[in-house]
C-alpha cells in the first residue's frame, strides 16, 4: 500500500514537470523557464507525497481538497553576450556585456482536487531581480500558470502510473518586449503558452522512478516597437518547446526522503520581424540537474529544500529553493 | 525657440507632475475606503479600523479576534473643473495672436476612469465602484494576529477625452493609481496596554496620460506670422530654396501632437509598522509609519504628430537653411512608439494621534500627519529612442532633455497636517461619526497646474457604525472633498507662464486658470467572522 502511494506521488511530480518547460523561444526564455516552473515543483511534490502516504488512491489531491504552497527560490544566470557585428561583408565579433542575473522567485501555488482523478491548480510568482553586472533591479509579478493534471486510469501496483496534464501560461510578467532592453529587466516570457504533456512514474520499492514529457506551443506577440540593435523589432514568433525529465525519489526514512532528476527543454527558432526584415533566431537547449531533500518538520508539513545546476550555455548556472505547504493556524480546510 | 522647445519637452512628461500634484492631495488615505476612517476625518492612528489597520496602523490589527472577514464597496463621484479667461491684452506675447478657442471657455467632468490591471490603459468608467476585501486571524490563546488586506492607497483618474474639451492639453485621460493586492500583516499583542504591528504591501502602480499638445508663445507667434508672410507671396518666389516656412499653420494655439503613456509596476514592495498604547479605557496614543517605495515604471508610449505639425516640418526641412543646422524635427513620421520608463518614489508617511473619551458615550481623535512629497524633486522620463520632439529639444534644453529623456523639476514640499474626528456612542450598538481635514498643499503655488487640479484642500466626513450582532459590523462613511485653485496669468510655470525660459510646459500662457475640484465618496464595510 505504501509504495502505491509512494509512487503515485511520484509520478504525480512528473507531471507537473514538464509544463514547466512549455515556454521558451531563446536562450533567455529557456533559462526562465528551467529557472523555477512548474518543474521543481514536481521534485518537491514526488517528495512529498512520499510522505503523504495513507489510503490515497491517486496521486491528486481527493475531490474538494486544496492545498496551499510557498516556494522560495534562487537562481543564478552568468552570462556574457557576444555580438556578431556585418560590416562591408567582414564579420567582427563583439563582447557586448556581461551579464549576472539573480533572481529571487516567491511564488504561492493553489491546488484543488475537482475530482479524486483531476487537480486544478494555479500559481502566481513574486520576482525579484538584480543584475549586478549592469547593476539593475526589478520587482514584478512572474507570469501566471494554471494547469490541470488528470490521471485516466487508477493507481495499480505493479504498474506504472500514467498523468496527463495541460498547462496555460498567461504574460503576467513584465515581458522582455515591453520594456527598454538596454536599461530594464523582464520578469516574464512575454508571450501565452499552451502546453501539454504526459507524465510517469513506477515503484520499484523503495525508490520510485518517474519521467515525463512534454509539448508548449507559444503564441506569437505582435505591436511589439521596440528598438534592438538599432532596429524596430514588430513581431516575435517564439518557437515551440518540447521538454523531457527523468529522475527518482528515494525515501531514506519516515522523515528524510531525497530525489534527484535531470531536465531538459528544447526551444525552436524563434522568428523576429523587423521593420525592416525578418530575422530567426537559433534553437536553444536548457539542461539541469536537480538534487531536493524532504524533511518532515512536524507531522503534518513537510520542508523541502533542492540545489541544482545548469549543464548547458543555455541554462541557469545555480538553482537553490524551498518549498513548504502554507498552513496558517485556522486558515486551512480539511 | 528655447521657451517653444522647453516646454514641449516638459509637457512631455508633463504626466508625472500630474501623478505627482494629484498624489500630493488626493491620494493620501483618501482611496483606502474606510468608513470610519473617513467618517472621522482619517483621524484613525489611535483606534482601530478593522481589517484596514493594515494600512492606518498595523498594530490595532490586535483589536481583530478569532478569525474575521471584511467586505467593503468604495464609490464615489468626482467633479472637476477648470475655467481659462483671457486677460486684457491677451496674445500681446504671441504677436497679437489671440484667436485662442481655450480662451473665455470651462471645462468640468465627472467621467471616472481607472487602470486595469491586465488589461493596460486607461478605461472610461460608467460609475466609480471598487469592491475591495481582507481577511485576519487570530489563533485562539495566541497573541498574534495575522492578515491581509486588498486596498487603494491611491486612485485617481478621469476623462475628458473630447476635442473641444478646453482642458485637454493637461490631461485628456489620466490614470493614477496604487493597488495593494497583497499585504501580509503580523500584528503582537506585548499586554493589555501595549501593541506592535507590521505589514508589508505588495503593490501595483500604474501611471497613464493621455493629453494634447499646444506651445503658446513667442516662438510660435513667430512661426505663424512667418508663415503668413511667406504665404502672400514668398511661396512663389525662390526664396523658399534657403527658407521654407509654406507647410500648414504652426502657431500659438496649433494643436501640434498628442501623447499616450502608459507606464506600471506590477510589483512594488513597501511596510507599514505601528505601535498602539492603551493605559486606559479613555486614553489611546498611536504611531504609524509607512515607508517609501522606489519604483521604476515600464511601459509604452505613443506620439501622435498633428498633420499641422508633420507639414511645417517637413516642408521647413526640405529648404538649404535646415540641413546646416540639423537640429530640428524632422516632421516625417506621424507616430513614434516605443517602451519608456520613469523612476518614481511613492512617499513615505507618518502620523500619529490620540483617541481621547471625556465621557462614555463621546470619543474625540486627534492625529499629525507629514507626508514626504519633497522626494518629488524631479521626475525623468527615458524613452527608447530621439523622438522627434526630442531633436529639438535637447539642444536648446540640456538641462532638461537628452536625445532619449527628459527631466522635469518638481519641487514639492513635504508637509505636516493635522485631523480631527469626534463620535458619539448612541447606544451599545450605534456609533455616530463626524471629521475634519484640513489638507495643505504639498504642491507650491508656483506649481500648480490643471492636470491635478488639486490645491489646498478640506475634507469633512460623516458616517456611523452599527453592530448587527455579536461579531458582525456594519459601518458607513461619507466623504465631501473641495479643493479651489486660482492662478492668474503668469503666475504657474507648470501652466501659464509665458516667458522666453519658462522651461515647463505651459499650453495656457497668459490665461487666468480657475480650478474647482470636489469629491463624494461614499464607502461601506461588513466585517464578520468565519
Known sequence: MTQRVIAGALALACLVAPYAFAEQASQEQAREALAKKSDDADTEKALEEVFQAAEKSYTLLKKGERTLTFAADYSLVRDTLVETLRQNGNVFSVVGRSEAQHTFTNSFTFDYGVWDNLTFSVRLPLVAKYDTERDLSRYSVGDVSTSVRWQPWEAVRGKPVYTLYGSLSLPTGDSPYDINPDNDLSTGSGFYSLGFGLNASYIIDPVVLFGSVGYAYNMKVSDVDQVRGGRLLQDVDPGDTLSMSAGFAYSLSYDVSLSASYQMSHSLKTEYTFADGSLEGTESTSALMNFALGVRTDPDTIVNVNAGFGMTEDSPDVLLGISMPLDIKGLKSE | ?530
Open chain 2, 1 to 530: 525657440m528655447q521657451a517653444y522647445i522647453a516646454r514641449l519637452l516638459t509637457g512631455l512628461g508633463m504626466f508625472c507632475l500630474v501623478a505627482g500634484s494629484a498624489q500630493a492631495q488626493l491620494a493620501q488615505n483618501l482611496t483606502i475606503g474606510n468608513p470610519k476612517a473617513m467618517a472621522l476625518g482619517n483621524a484613525i492612528t489611535a483606534d482601530s479600523s478593522g481589517i484596514d489597520a493594515v494600512h492606518y496602523n498595523p498594530a490595532a490589527l490586535t483589536k481583530l479576534k478569532g478569525r474575521q472577514t471584511q467586505m467593503k464597496l468604495l464609490t464615489g463621484v468626482m467633479d472637476i473643473r477648470a475655467k481659462f479667461d483671457a486677460p486684457a491684452g491677451y496674445g500681446s506675447n504671441f504677436f497679437g495672436y489671440s484667436d485662442d478657442d481655450v480662451a473665455g471657455k470651462s471645462s468640468r467632468t465627472t467621467t471616472p476612469a481607472m487602470y486595469l490591471p491586465g488589461f493596460g490603459g486607461i478605461t472610461e468608467m460608467p460609475v466609480l465602484a471598487a469592491p475591495l476585501a481582507g481577511m485576519s486571524i487570530n489563533p485562539p490563546g495566541s497573541k498574534f494576529t495575522f492578515a491581509t488586506n486588498m486596498y487603494a492607497p491611491q486612485a485617481l483618474g478621469f476623462s475628458r477625452d473630447d476635442d473641444d474639451d478646453p482642458a485637454r492639453y493637461q490631461g485628456r485621460k489620466v490614470a493614477i493609481q496604487r493597488i495593494t493586492y497583497l499585504s501580509p500583516s503580523v500584528a503582537y499583542q506585548m499586554n493589555d496596554e501595549l501593541s506592535f504591528g507590521l505589514s508589508v504591501g505588495f503593490s501595483h502602480q500604474a501611471m497613464a496620460l493621455n493629453q494634447d499638445f499646444r506651445a503658446p508663445g513667442t516662438l510660435t507667434g513667430v512661426t505663424q506670422l512667418f508663415g503668413e508672410i511667406f504665404k502672400s507671396g514668398i511661396c512663389a518666389t525662390p526664396i523658399v530654396i534657403l527658407v521654407n516656412f509654406c507647410g500648414a499653420e504652426l502657431g500659438p494655439f496649433t494643436n501640434l501632437a498628442n501623447l499616450d503613456i502608459d507606464l506600471q509596476q506590477k510589483l512594488a514592495p513597501s511596510w507599514n509598522v505601528g505601535v498602539l498604547w492603551e493605559p486606559t479605557d479613555w486614553f489611546a496614543w498611536g504611531a504609524t509609519y509607512q515607508s517609501e517605495s522606489r519604483m521604476h515604471l515600464q511601459g509604452k508610449y505613443t506620439v501622435d504628430y498633428s498633420s499641422n505639425w508633420q507639414s511645417f516640418w517637413s516642408t521647413f526641412n526640405s529648404a538649404l537653411l535646415p540641413q546646416f543646422v540639423p537640429i530640428f524635427p524632422n516632421g516625417n513620421v506621424d507616430e513614434e512608439r516605443g517602451s519608456a520608463s520613469l523612476d518614481l518614489t511613492y512617499p513615505d508617511h507618518f502620523s500619529t494621534g490620540i483617541k481621547f473619551k471625556p465621557h462614555d458615550q463621546w470619543q474625540i481623535n486627534f492625529d499629525l500627519k507629514w507626508t514626504d512629497y519633497a522626494d518629488w524633486n524631479e521626475f525623468t522620463i527615458e524613452f527608447d529612442r530621439e523622438l522627434d520632439m526630442l531633436r529639438i529639444a535637447k539642444v536648446f534644453s540640456p538641462n532638461a532633455a537628452t536625445s532619449n529623456s527628459i527631466t522635469l523639476d518638481r519641487g514639492y514640499e513635504s508637509v505636516w497636517s493635522w485631523a480631527l474626528g469626534v463620535q458619539y456612542d448612541v447606544n451599545e450598538r450605534l456609533s455616530l461619526r463626524a471629521g475634519y481635514e484640513p489638507r495643505p498643499s504639498s504642491i507650491p503655488g508656483n506649481k500648480a497646474d490643471v492636470l491635478a487640479p488639486v490645491g489646498d484642500a478640506t475634507l469633512y466626513g460623516l458616517g456611523l457604525g452599527y453592530r448587527w450582532d455579536k461579531d458582525t459590523y456594519i459601518d458607513l462613511g461619507f466623504n465631501y472633498f473641495v479643493s479651489e485653485q486660482d492662478i492668474p496669468a503668469g503666475t504657474s510655470c507648470n501652466v501659464n507662464c509665458a516667458s522666453l525660459d519658462s522651461l515647463v510646459y505651459n499650453p495656457y500662457a497668459d490665461l487666468n486658470v480657475k480650478t474647482k475640484t470636489t469629491a463624494y465618496i461614499m464607502a461601506v464595510t461588513y466585517r464578520t467572522t468565519f
